[in-house]
């Protein structure tokens, strides 16, 4: 198993949108072949701040999904609404 980490800014004001669009994506990725789960935060006092903590099974499912035509329909949605590019690390169990 891994983790993808992703951190989003939101602009301010289209947080709602925003929501929405990561919610569409979210059920898209429930698709996607070797999703094991994920969660959404939102920064304490930062609400145009996001952290996404995907599980995926492997390296190669995650590379399937975010390569895939599923992920890059969704992102159109929330692309438009972040102030910067997203930042994704990869997380795998260290023992």
């Known amino acids: 198993m891994i983790k993808i980490i992703i951190e989003r800014r939101i ?13 569409q994506a979210m059920r898209v990725s429930l698709g996607a072949r070797g999703f094991v789960g994920g969660e959404t935060l939102v920064e304490m006092g930062h609400s145009d701040r996001r952290l996404m903590i995907t599980k995926w ?24 609404l972040l102030t910067e590019e997203e930042t994704i690390r990869i997380y795998e169990p260290s023992f």
């Open 11 to 23: 602009m301010p004001g289209l947080e709602e949108d925003y929501e929405q669009a990561a919610r």
């Open 57 to 80: 099974r492997d390296l190669r499912a995650w590379k399937e999904w975010y390569t895939s035509e599923a992920r890059s329909n969704a992102m159109q949605h929330i692309l438009p």
